[in-house]
């Protein structure tokens, strides 16, 4: 089952059948050995009993192509039909949320048409499919806390829905004998090791053990996401969101059922036992998206600075950001072995995302009800809500990408300076500038700067010493050149950026539009900790 990073589409139920759940659901939660010491645990060695490097499973990706005009026009049709839908004037019944499934009946057949017009486009790309040259391997022996930070970035870099539950979103949650309650709630990925006399299981995102997880038999909405909108089962969703990291990252097929490893603890013999990724949900009631302190760097935004993209390069790269996800589930699915391209029916599969992209892109433009085929896109953004989203595109182009923008030990030698050691980290900057105003925020911080970080310089000599970047001597324009390829070669977005592109802005203060300026800056930069 081909499942693209679109929006997640998870069974729902039905608001009627609810009230006659209360105090009827059993929770159930598996019990784990309360002897947790994370300082052992980290320095555990794993071996797979099956050895095969995580790259070994890796689908080549494919070479971001523009999209092509059948597409866009196909979609833009959508698009309007969706938008005119969902506008006050349409006639939708007020006790139906005009959801991606409740929306499929009424644009059936324009959904078929970006269908066939994506397989064909798929059909008829002279593209290259290419292996990323920065995917993360496990070799024979490996520590946990090696393994922490892969299956991490495998897991978020599947789909920007992940990323935002691994982060935490706001929900309403109902629970066995406790009605409805409000909070915050976070997706759990759990590394579980079973050994003969000890199990224990380690959340990923905090390296701890797992505290306030919902029962399987919870129900989970949310408001402004794109999945969960009407009551959906906990169980259901986790086994929507593994399936979609299979499907996306099939490196982690493996680790969702129990993997046999030979397993040496610290003061310990080998031991036999099995490995596996668990997902579950963490609920903390009354908690608001900022009081959480997010994963890896990731905060939340809070300007009402907005852009409006008009320029059609970058109009057409931020269509194909949207469009990308469905492309690569064509290909993936007609270049399977068994697979007879010509004939292969996506519909039953992608109907639904396809109509959650258009819903998606309806929000984002004002007069979307007035598209036309060969109209132009225009889509207006807020900053707030594209930082992160802008961020995930980056981190998740390379395994290596995402260590830099946390920050890596190194060594750097500048040219009549000594030896310095501290920690090398890659800045992304999104200036947005325009007459008499200037912003430069941080895509890893969500801080507004007063200035561009202090870049190294291109012939600055850079020796990394850890694992995630290699431990060769070269120079920072070498070093940078290699980060910005997967990057410039399959997010089409961020290259647009990365050359710069005109824009309209409307400040926080204003509601007038002005011409302005988008441009996206990475370098290198060593925060330093001593001279040698």
């Known amino acids: 089952m081909i499942q693209p990073q679109s929006s997640l589409v998870v069974p729902m139920l039905a ?4 009230e006659c759940l209360e105090g009827e659901l059993v929770a159930e939660t598996e019990e784990f050995d309360p002897a947790f010491d994370f300082a052992a645990i980290a320095k555990t060695v794993l071996k797979l009993s099956e050895p095969t490097a995580i790259e070994g499973n890796s689908q080549p990706l494919v070479l971001a192509q523009p999209v092509a005009q059948p597409v866009l026009e196909a979609m833009q049709q959508l698009v309007a039909i969706v938008a005119k839908l969902r506008s006050p004037q349409s006639g939708w019944p007020s006790d139906l949320e005009p959801t991606a499934e409740n929306l499929i ?15 064909t486009s798929s059909l008829g790309s002279d593209s290259v499919p290419v292996v990323s040259p920065a995917t993360a391997t496990l070799p024979d022996y490996f520590l946990i806390e090696d393994l922490i930070p892969q299956w991490l970035w495998y897991i978020a870099k599947s789909s920007y829905d992940l990323m935002r539950l691994l982060c935490g979103v706001e929900a309403k949650v109902f629970q066995p004998g406790q009605g409805w309650q409000t909070g915050a709630l976070r997706l759990v990925a759990l590394l579980t090791l079973k050994l003969p006399h000890a199990e224990w299981a380690l959340d990923l ?4 053990p797992p505290a306030n997880n919902l029962t399987q038999q919870a129900l989970i909405q949310t408001e402004g996401e794109n999945f969960c909108n009407q009551p959906t089962w906990a169980q259901c969703f986790t086994q929507q969101l593994l399936q ?8 982690m097929q493996r680790f969702t059922e129990p993997t046999a490893v030979d397993c040496l603890q610290p003061g310990q013999a080998w031991q036999s036992g099995t490995l596996q990724l668990q997902f579950a949900f963490e609920f ?4 608001t998206l900022t009081d959480l302190a997010a994963p890896n760097g990731i905060s939340a935004f809070e300007t009402a600075l907005k852009v409006k993209l008009t320029e059609p390069a970058i109009a057409q790269a931020y269509f194909q950001t949207q469009l990308q996800p469905l492309s690569v589930a064509i290909a993936q699915a007609t270049a399977a072995p068994e697979a007879d391209p010509a004939s292969t029916d996506l519909s039953a599969v992608l109907l639904p995302s ?8 309806a929000k984002m433009i004002p007069n ?24 995930w595109q980056l981190t998740s182009s390379a395994y290596q990408t995402m260590h830099l923008v946390g920050g890596i030990p190194a060594e750097v030698l500048q040219p009549n300076e000594l030896w310095l050691t501290g920690t090398l980290r890659l800045f992304a900057v999104l200036e947005i500038s325009a007459p008499h105003l200037n912003w430069l925020f941080d895509l890893s911080t969500g801080q507004v700067l007063k200035a561009l970080p202090n870049a190294l310089a291109a012939q600055t000599l850079i020796r990394v010493t850890s694992g995630a970047g290699g431990k060769e001597l070269q120079p920072v324009a070498t070093f940078l050149a290699q980060l910005l390829q997967p990057i410039e070669a399959n997010t089409p977005l961020l ?4 050359q710069g592109t005109p824009t309209a802005l409307q400040p926080p203060v204003s509601d007038a539009w002005s011409a302005g300026r988008l441009q996206l800056k990475i370098g290198l930069e060593l925060i330093s900790a001593s001279v040698t």
């Open 354 to 361: 396809v109509v959650a992209t258009a819903e998606a892109i």
């Open 368 to 391: 979307a009800t007035e598209l036309t085929p060969d109209g132009p896109l225009q889509p207006e953004i807020c900053v707030d809500s594209w930082l992160p989203q802008l961020l």
């Open 495 to 498: 290259q647009q950026l990365l």
């Open 205 to 208: 995102a905090t390296n701890q």
């Open 105 to 119: 009946p009424y644009v059936t057949e324009e959904a078929y048409e970006v269908l066939e017009a994506l397989q």
């Open 284 to 287: 903390t009631e009354g908690t």
């Open 244 to 251: 979609q990291m299979q499907t996306v990252t099939p490196e």
């Open 15 to 18: 608001p009627e059948a609810i």
